[in-house]
């Protein structure tokens, strides 16, 4: 394993930028091999670095192993798309001297990385939204270097998978810095040209407006906070009330709530009776750590301002165990009404805690969705012999990224399908997702070339297409002169 000097912001964006044209010309197959690299040193350390990653976590080896098949498995699924070519979006359109309503120069239009990119880690994912999570692969995939801020939860394990991906990937193509003056560093340097961040609204929210405020704005791919609410009909709570107190209380608590998708709101209509057996499933679930004491913190803080607003009734608020980082699960409760008008209920409590809403009519369902915060999930749980309209309704309600039917949110599919994003709060650019191959698009942007010479041009736009890869070319529908 290769050693891994420390470096500052500014030298690791120098090194990812002195880095960036070799990989962004750099044949596709050779690129896929570089990520299919990566995974398999994760795969051939794997035992020591569930190790490492529990020491730090207390997420538990086996749960980290998983955790770390599954960035396998994307750092894999990049690479297809890279040996694919389609990511490249090449277009076409030959010259046209009879194109209407004036002759057509020779157009060929393609995708090419940003350049040097920068990546937060996230606290719950050491490994899939990490050094190497999703973020780091779809960036690589796209031909970008890229500049990890580790996360303080687990910064051993960021220098030493950062060591791994040294013996895979050439000089400069992935560094690690630490600290939060190094993320605010790397946000502002100006050789960076985009950012990924996973993270708090309030931490996401600082970069974005750094972002933004450079003397050249670039693109902040955050993901912030989400309520994912959950609803559930008349219907679907007549035929399996009790099931579904059930398995709510599994998804809050899955992980002690530490998911960004964790189920924070559960709409049920007024007169439900599932209140004690949704007491005793969130009582029936130990105490566990949480990430770090500063998570824990937050968790105490925010729970207890919850539970003492007067709208709130604590259904199950035990007290706060004795070790620090330790969390309880919680559940509260309250009515839509109340929701509507007292924009404190909307803060989101990251750990076990969720917030039981009672509405009365459909109507006052429909109104308050429409009052909450976008989020990247929301959860419907009806039955087909509902009316066509309420479901309607309610997706229209429902500002969200990922619509949940009969299921739950908690766990995200690594697909091509798959959106993992929503409107403000839940991220910064609603039009992008951090999960799936569609994540590849943020590191990317648009050239046309005109009429330049076929030597000059990059290889997918030639006319031989040397790389082979999928090409849009002179696409019907296009304004042309007369036919014969």
């Not at 029936?284 to 009734?313: K, M, N």
Request: charged share 20%; with cysteine; aromatic share 6%.
């Amino acid at each position: 394993m290769s050693p891994l000097p420390s470096s500052s912001a500014a030298s690791a964006a120098e090194a990812a930028l002195a880095a960036a044209p070799a990989l962004a010309t750099l044949p596709l197959p050779r690129r896929a091999a570089l990520l299919h690299g990566l995974s398999q040193a994760l795969g051939d350390h794997a035992v020591h670095l569930a190790s490492v990653a529990d020491e730090e976590t207390r997420l538990g080896t086996q749960r980290l192993k998983g955790e770390i098949d599954r960035t396998r498995v994307q750092l894999e699924m990049f690479a297809d798309v890279v040996e694919d070519g389609g990511f490249l979006d090449a277009v076409i359109d030959h010259a046209d001297p009879a194109a209407r309503p004036a002759p057509r120069p020779d157009l060929r239009r393609m995708l090419v990385p940003l350049g040097p990119v920068a990546v937060f880690s996230a606290s719950n994912f050491p490994f899939a939204f990490s050094v190497l999570g999703g973020d780091t692969a779809s960036a690589l995939a796209a031909g970008c270097p890229v500049v990890v801020k580790a996360h303080e939860g687990h910064p051993h394990l960021s220098d030493l998978t950062a060591r791994l991906a040294a013996d895979v990937l050439p000089a400069g193509v992935l560094s690690v810095v630490h600290g939060r003056e190094a993320g605010r560093a790397l946000v502002t340097d100006p050789e960076i040209r985009a950012v990924g961040f996973t993270g708090s609204t309030a931490g996401g929210r600082a970069l974005f407006d750094l972002a933004a405020a450079r003397p050249d704005p670039i693109p902040f791919y955050g993901e912030l906070g989400s309520l994912n609410p959950v609803v559930v009909t008349p219907a679907a709570h007549a035929a399996r009330g009790a099931d579904l107190a059930r398995e709510f209380a599994a998804s809050a608590t899955l992980g002690q709530g530490q998911f960004c998708t964790k189920p924070g709101l559960l709409f049920l209509p007024d007169g439900n009776g599932l209140e004690d057996a949704l007491r005793e499933e969130f009582a029936s679930r130990a105490p566990a750590p949480l990430l770090g004491e500063w998570i824990a913190d937050a968790y105490r803080s925010t729970l207890a301002a919850l539970a003492a607003l007067p709208a709130v009734r604590p259904l199950h608020h035990p007290p706060h165990p004795a070790d620090p980082r330790h969390a309880a699960p919680a559940l509260l409760a309250t009515t839509a009404d109340a929701l509507r008008t007292s924009p404190a209920l909307l803060e989101e409590c990251f750990g076990p805690a969720a917030l039981v809403v009672t509405y009365p009519t459909r109507e006052d369902l429909l109104e308050t969705l429409r009052a909450l915060p976008g989020g990247l999930t929301a959860t419907v749980q009806g039955e087909e012999s509902e009316d066509e309209e309420l479901f309607h309704a309610l997706t229209a309600a429902l500002r969200t990224g990922r619509l949940v039917w009969n299921g739950w949110p908690t766990g995200v599919a690594v697909t091509a399908a798959m959106h993992h994003g929503g409107p403000w709060p839940a991220t910064t650019s609603p039009l992008h997702t951090s999960v799936g191959t569609r994540a590849i698009t943020r590191w990317l942007r648009p050239i046309a070339y005109q009429n330049a010479p076929d030597a000059f041009l990059p290889p997918p736009l030639r006319e031989g297409n040397p790389w082979g890869v999928p090409r849009e070319v002179n696409l019907p529908g296009r304004l042309r002169g007369p036919r014969d």
